[in-house]
């Protein structure tokens, strides 16, 4: 599998997407924090865009972060860039003719953390799959080399703030981040802790990551 570096672009100039190459998109929720008017964090939800588009050519895998409306931080491309990676490999997918679009559709919104790489990993293996993610759930967490959904802070506030949000379920790291302690889950809200990339795909879009397409083909 060959990982192509990232490429930062206007959103203008970001997608020369070819006619006659399939490609599929969806609108996805993360979860962060922030700092309210108190300089207190809290958490939010967010929503960003994956386009998955399925070349002739196997020159290897491209990833691009449009810069605007939104943008990315760097520390958010680079662990985006391994939760691809992983998950590709983790559904024993070959990724060197995927193109891969991500951006952030609120003007003036940064997306810092890592946080949100294993949601973008899982929603562009369901791209390629052809399986689809519901707009009411959503995981916070990483991916790491070993196919596991990595440990990350906050837990707690972005679990209130998905409630807020009237989202139905959250996956959560099976490890739990020291500094989060002891929380309850909001009343009529699904919290799931998941140990793997492969519950946690399962979890997300019914299918397992695993196996044939689930969705309409996009060619070889």
């Known amino acids: 599998m060959v990982l192509a570096a990232a490429i930062a672009a206007p959103a203008a100039e970001a997608k020369h997407i070819r006619p006659d190459l399939p490609w599929r ?70 990724s060197d003719s995927w193109s891969v679009f991500v951006a952030v559709p609120s003007p ?12 973008v990993g899982i929603t562009v293996v369901a791209l390629a799959k052809g399986d689809f993610i519901p707009s009411d759930r959503v995981i916070t967490g990483t991916v790491t080399r070993d196919g596991r959904i990595g440990t990350v802070g ?4 972005k679990v209130e703030a998905a409630h807020e949000a009237h989202m139905h379920r959250v996956l959560v790291p099976e490890e739990q981040h020291i500094a989060d302690g002891d929380w309850q889950t909001p009343f ?33």
């Open 108 to 119: 003036g919104v940064t997306v810092y953390g890592e946080s949100l790489s294993a949601m």
């Open 154 to 157: 906050g837990v707690p506030l």
């Open 25 to 94: 998109e969806q609108l996805v929720r993360i979860l962060g924090t922030t700092l309210n008017q108190d300089q207190n964090p809290v958490g939010v939800v967010a929503e960003i865009v994956v386009t998955f588009v399925k070349r002739n050519d196997r020159r290897g895998i491209e990833i691009t972060f449009d810069t605007e409306p939104g943008r990315f931080s760097y520390t958010s491309q680079a662990a985006v860039l391994l939760a691809i990676d992983r998950t590709a490999r983790a559904a024993h997918l070959e």
């Open 188 to 220: 009529l809200m699904q919290v799931s802790a998941v140990g793997t990339v492969s519950e946690a795909y399962k979890a997300l879009t019914g299918q397992p990551l695993q196996g044939d397409d689930h969705g309409d083909s996009l060619g070889q």
